[in-house]
Protein backbone atom coordinates (compact mmCIF):
# COMPACT_ATOMS: atom_id res chain seq x y z
CA UNK A 1 0.00 0.00 0.00
CA UNK A 2 1.26 3.64 -0.86
CA UNK A 3 -0.58 5.22 1.76
CA UNK A 4 -1.54 3.19 5.28
CA UNK A 5 -3.18 4.75 8.13
CA UNK A 6 -4.04 2.65 11.09
CA UNK A 7 -6.10 3.89 13.97
CA UNK A 8 -5.64 7.79 13.43
CA UNK A 9 -6.81 10.38 16.41
CA UNK A 10 -6.41 13.67 16.05
CA UNK A 11 -7.16 16.07 19.02
CA UNK A 12 -6.94 20.13 19.18
CA UNK A 13 -7.02 21.93 22.76
CA UNK A 14 -8.46 25.00 22.36
CA UNK A 15 -9.18 26.61 25.24
CA UNK A 16 -10.16 23.82 28.00
CA UNK A 17 -11.94 22.14 25.35
CA UNK A 18 -10.68 18.97 23.64
CA UNK A 19 -11.62 18.74 19.99
CA UNK A 20 -11.13 15.56 17.81
CA UNK A 21 -11.81 15.99 13.95
CA UNK A 22 -10.71 12.40 13.52
CA UNK A 23 -11.14 9.39 15.55
CA UNK A 24 -9.74 5.83 15.42
CA UNK A 25 -9.35 6.01 11.25
CA UNK A 26 -8.12 4.00 9.07
CA UNK A 27 -6.80 4.21 5.63
CA UNK A 28 -5.00 2.18 2.90
CA UNK A 29 -4.34 3.89 -0.77
CA UNK A 30 -2.98 2.27 -3.52
CA UNK A 31 -0.12 3.85 -5.77
CA UNK A 32 -1.61 5.69 -8.58
CA UNK A 33 -4.86 5.60 -6.99
CA UNK A 34 -6.72 8.85 -7.11
CA UNK A 35 -9.05 8.92 -4.33
CA UNK A 36 -11.95 11.78 -3.47
CA UNK A 37 -12.49 12.67 0.23
CA UNK A 38 -16.11 14.36 0.70
CA UNK A 39 -17.71 15.47 3.67
CA UNK A 40 -19.65 18.17 5.86
CA UNK A 41 -18.15 21.46 6.73
CA UNK A 42 -15.91 20.52 10.02
CA UNK A 43 -16.36 16.73 9.16
CA UNK A 44 -11.80 16.79 9.05
CA UNK A 45 -11.41 16.18 5.69
CA UNK A 46 -8.72 19.03 5.65
CA UNK A 47 -7.41 17.55 9.05
CA UNK A 48 -6.95 14.34 7.40
CA UNK A 49 -5.33 16.03 3.92
CA UNK A 50 -2.61 18.07 6.48
CA UNK A 51 -1.66 14.58 7.95
CA UNK A 52 -1.18 12.45 5.43
CA UNK A 53 0.89 15.46 3.44
CA UNK A 54 3.19 15.99 6.48
CA UNK A 55 2.20 19.57 7.73
CA UNK A 56 0.31 18.10 10.51
CA UNK A 57 1.20 15.12 12.74
CA UNK A 58 -1.43 12.80 14.54
CA UNK A 59 -1.96 12.47 18.09
CA UNK A 60 -2.11 8.72 17.92
CA UNK A 61 -1.80 6.07 15.86
CA UNK A 62 0.49 5.24 12.26
CA UNK A 63 0.45 6.97 9.06
CA UNK A 64 2.88 5.48 6.50
CA UNK A 65 3.41 6.27 3.26
CA UNK A 66 5.86 4.49 0.70
CA UNK A 67 6.76 2.75 3.37
CA UNK A 68 8.19 5.49 5.82
CA UNK A 69 6.75 6.32 9.14
CA UNK A 70 5.82 10.13 8.99
CA UNK A 71 3.87 9.92 12.51
CA UNK A 72 7.38 10.56 14.40
CA UNK A 73 9.33 12.67 12.66
CA UNK A 74 10.38 16.07 13.88
CA UNK A 75 9.10 19.20 11.97
CA UNK A 76 12.44 19.52 10.25
CA UNK A 77 12.21 15.98 9.13
CA UNK A 78 8.73 16.34 8.34
CA UNK A 79 9.40 19.81 6.52
CA UNK A 80 12.72 17.84 4.63
CA UNK A 81 10.24 15.08 3.32
CA UNK A 82 7.67 16.73 2.40
CA UNK A 83 9.92 18.59 0.04
CA UNK A 84 10.48 15.80 -1.80
CA UNK A 85 7.58 13.17 -2.19
CA UNK A 86 4.86 15.94 -1.71
CA UNK A 87 2.78 18.12 -3.95
CA UNK A 88 -0.06 20.24 -2.55
CA UNK A 89 -2.60 21.95 -4.71
CA UNK A 90 -4.89 24.81 -3.70
CA UNK A 91 -8.42 25.70 -4.11
CA UNK A 92 -7.03 29.18 -4.91
CA UNK A 93 -3.99 27.73 -6.94
CA UNK A 94 -1.59 30.64 -4.60
CA UNK A 95 0.57 31.77 -7.33
CA UNK A 96 3.01 34.85 -6.99
CA UNK A 97 1.83 37.46 -9.14
CA UNK A 98 4.55 39.30 -10.11
CA UNK A 99 6.57 36.10 -11.23
CA UNK A 100 5.97 34.52 -15.00
CA UNK A 101 4.22 31.11 -15.20
CA UNK A 102 7.72 29.61 -15.82
CA UNK A 103 9.51 31.41 -12.73
CA UNK A 104 6.20 30.31 -10.45
CA UNK A 105 6.88 26.53 -11.94
CA UNK A 106 10.71 26.89 -10.62
CA UNK A 107 10.12 27.87 -7.36
CA UNK A 108 9.98 24.44 -5.61
CA UNK A 109 13.04 23.54 -7.70
CA UNK A 110 15.39 26.39 -6.00
CA UNK A 111 15.46 24.55 -2.75
CA UNK A 112 17.71 21.63 -4.81
CA UNK A 113 20.72 21.30 -6.40
CA UNK A 114 19.39 21.58 -9.85
CA UNK A 115 21.83 23.67 -12.37
CA UNK A 116 19.32 26.43 -14.13
CA UNK A 117 19.90 23.78 -17.50
CA UNK A 118 18.44 20.93 -15.20
CA UNK A 119 15.52 23.07 -14.11
CA UNK A 120 14.65 24.30 -16.99
CA UNK A 121 14.41 21.24 -18.56
CA UNK A 122 12.02 20.27 -15.56
CA UNK A 123 9.83 23.41 -15.56
CA UNK A 124 9.41 22.80 -19.34
CA UNK A 125 8.67 18.78 -19.05
CA UNK A 126 5.61 20.09 -16.07
CA UNK A 127 4.75 22.70 -18.51
CA UNK A 128 4.36 20.81 -21.00
CA UNK A 129 2.32 18.07 -18.87
CA UNK A 130 -0.08 20.59 -18.23
CA UNK A 131 -0.54 22.01 -21.70
CA UNK A 132 0.83 25.47 -21.18
CA UNK A 133 4.35 25.06 -22.73
CA UNK A 134 3.03 28.16 -24.95
CA UNK A 135 2.34 30.55 -21.95
CA UNK A 136 5.50 29.71 -19.63
CA UNK A 137 6.13 33.81 -19.98
CA UNK A 138 2.85 34.95 -19.05
CA UNK A 139 1.45 36.13 -15.20
CA UNK A 140 -1.26 35.08 -13.68
CA UNK A 141 -3.40 37.78 -14.24
CA UNK A 142 -2.66 36.95 -18.36
CA UNK A 143 -4.13 33.55 -17.75
CA UNK A 144 -7.71 31.89 -17.22
CA UNK A 145 -8.53 30.13 -13.42
CA UNK A 146 -8.35 26.80 -15.02
CA UNK A 147 -4.99 27.81 -16.93
CA UNK A 148 -3.66 29.02 -13.35
CA UNK A 149 -4.58 26.36 -11.37
CA UNK A 150 -2.94 24.19 -14.27
CA UNK A 151 0.55 26.56 -13.54
CA UNK A 152 -0.03 25.65 -9.70
CA UNK A 153 -0.58 21.38 -11.17
CA UNK A 154 2.99 22.08 -13.07
CA UNK A 155 4.68 23.72 -9.66
CA UNK A 156 3.25 20.51 -7.80
CA UNK A 157 4.65 18.17 -9.45
CA UNK A 158 7.79 19.27 -11.23
CA UNK A 159 10.03 17.62 -8.25
CA UNK A 160 8.25 14.43 -9.53
CA UNK A 161 6.52 13.89 -6.38
CA UNK A 162 5.01 10.45 -5.63
CA UNK A 163 1.90 11.95 -3.67
CA UNK A 164 -0.18 14.73 -4.47
CA UNK A 165 -3.11 16.26 -2.28
CA UNK A 166 -5.62 18.75 -3.49
CA UNK A 167 -8.15 20.36 -1.38
CA UNK A 168 -11.02 21.73 -3.40
CA UNK A 169 -8.79 21.71 -6.77
CA UNK A 170 -11.66 22.72 -9.02
CA UNK A 171 -13.86 24.54 -6.19
CA UNK A 172 -13.16 28.32 -7.86
CA UNK A 173 -13.04 27.11 -11.36
CA UNK A 174 -16.49 26.96 -14.27
CA UNK A 175 -17.32 23.01 -14.80
CA UNK A 176 -15.46 22.78 -18.06
CA UNK A 177 -11.93 24.51 -16.35
CA UNK A 178 -12.99 22.05 -13.47
CA UNK A 179 -13.90 18.76 -16.02
CA UNK A 180 -10.55 19.46 -17.63
CA UNK A 181 -8.95 20.02 -14.43
CA UNK A 182 -10.04 16.72 -13.37
CA UNK A 183 -9.08 14.50 -16.51
CA UNK A 184 -5.40 16.25 -16.17
CA UNK A 185 -5.62 14.79 -12.61
CA UNK A 186 -6.73 11.20 -13.86
CA UNK A 187 -4.22 11.21 -16.18
CA UNK A 188 -1.25 12.13 -13.27
CA UNK A 189 -2.56 8.91 -11.74
CA UNK A 190 -3.34 6.35 -14.39
CA UNK A 191 -0.15 7.57 -16.83
CA UNK A 192 2.26 8.91 -14.21
CA UNK A 193 1.41 6.57 -10.97
CA UNK A 194 0.70 9.47 -8.93
CA UNK A 195 -0.90 8.75 -6.14
CA UNK A 196 -3.63 11.36 -5.34
CA UNK A 197 -5.99 12.07 -2.20
CA UNK A 198 -8.26 15.11 -3.31
CA UNK A 199 -10.83 16.89 -0.74
CA UNK A 200 -13.85 18.06 -2.50
CA UNK A 201 -17.69 19.21 -2.04
CA UNK A 202 -18.13 19.00 -5.61
CA UNK A 203 -19.98 15.15 -6.63
CA UNK A 204 -18.91 15.88 -9.77
CA UNK A 205 -15.27 16.30 -9.32
CA UNK A 206 -15.88 13.13 -6.18
CA UNK A 207 -17.14 10.81 -9.61
CA UNK A 208 -13.91 11.65 -11.44
CA UNK A 209 -11.87 9.93 -8.39
CA UNK A 210 -11.67 6.16 -8.55
CA UNK A 211 -12.53 5.83 -5.35
CA UNK A 212 -14.64 8.17 -2.90
CA UNK A 213 -14.78 8.43 0.65
CA UNK A 214 -17.11 10.41 3.19
CA UNK A 215 -16.44 11.79 6.09
CA UNK A 216 -18.74 12.17 8.49
CA UNK A 217 -17.58 13.80 12.46
CA UNK A 218 -14.44 12.42 12.06
CA UNK A 219 -15.27 8.61 10.47
CA UNK A 220 -15.68 7.41 7.66
CA UNK A 221 -19.23 6.23 6.52
CA UNK A 222 -18.65 4.20 3.83
CA UNK A 223 -16.76 1.42 2.30
CA UNK A 224 -15.68 3.53 -0.21
CA UNK A 225 -17.35 2.04 -3.23
CA UNK A 226 -14.88 1.90 -6.61
CA UNK A 227 -16.06 4.19 -9.04
CA UNK A 228 -16.78 3.45 -12.41
CA UNK A 229 -15.87 5.52 -15.50
N1 LIG B 1 -5.54 23.97 14.32
C1 LIG B 1 -6.74 23.70 14.84
N2 LIG B 1 -7.02 24.03 16.13
C2 LIG B 1 -8.22 23.77 16.67
N3 LIG B 1 -9.24 23.16 16.01
C3 LIG B 1 -9.03 22.82 14.73
C4 LIG B 1 -7.77 23.07 14.07
N4 LIG B 1 -7.86 22.61 12.80
C5 LIG B 1 -9.12 22.12 12.66
N5 LIG B 1 -9.81 22.23 13.81
C6 LIG B 1 -11.21 21.79 14.06
O1 LIG B 1 -11.33 20.45 13.58
C7 LIG B 1 -12.60 20.25 12.97
C8 LIG B 1 -12.40 19.70 11.55
O2 LIG B 1 -11.84 20.71 10.70
P1 LIG B 1 -11.43 20.47 9.18
O3 LIG B 1 -10.88 21.76 8.68
O4 LIG B 1 -10.59 19.25 9.09
O5 LIG B 1 -12.84 20.17 8.51
P2 LIG B 1 -13.24 20.09 6.97
O6 LIG B 1 -14.01 18.84 6.82
O7 LIG B 1 -12.01 20.24 6.14
O8 LIG B 1 -14.17 21.35 6.81
P3 LIG B 1 -14.41 22.34 5.55
O9 LIG B 1 -15.14 21.53 4.52
O10 LIG B 1 -15.24 23.43 6.12
O11 LIG B 1 -13.04 22.80 5.09
C9 LIG B 1 -13.34 21.57 13.02
O12 LIG B 1 -14.20 21.54 14.13
C10 LIG B 1 -12.21 22.58 13.24
O13 LIG B 1 -12.68 23.69 13.94
Given amino acids: MFISIQNLTKSFHKNKEVITP ?6 EVERGEFLSLMGPSGSGK ?7 AGIDTPTSGSVEINGKDI ?3 SRTQLTNWRAKHVGYIFQLYHLVPILSAYENVELPLLLGKWTKAERKEKIMAALDLVGLANRAQHR ?3 LSGGQEQRVAIARAIVHDPEMLVA ?3 TGDLDRESA ?3 LRLLNNLAEQHD ?3 VMVTHDPKASAAA ?14 GHLLTH
Fill in 22 to 27: LEDLSL
Fill in 46 to 52: TTLLNII
Fill in 71 to 73: AHL
Fill in 140 to 142: PSE
Fill in 167 to 169: DEP
Fill in 179 to 181: DSI
Fill in 194 to 196: KTI
Fill in 210 to 223: HRALQLEKGKFVNE
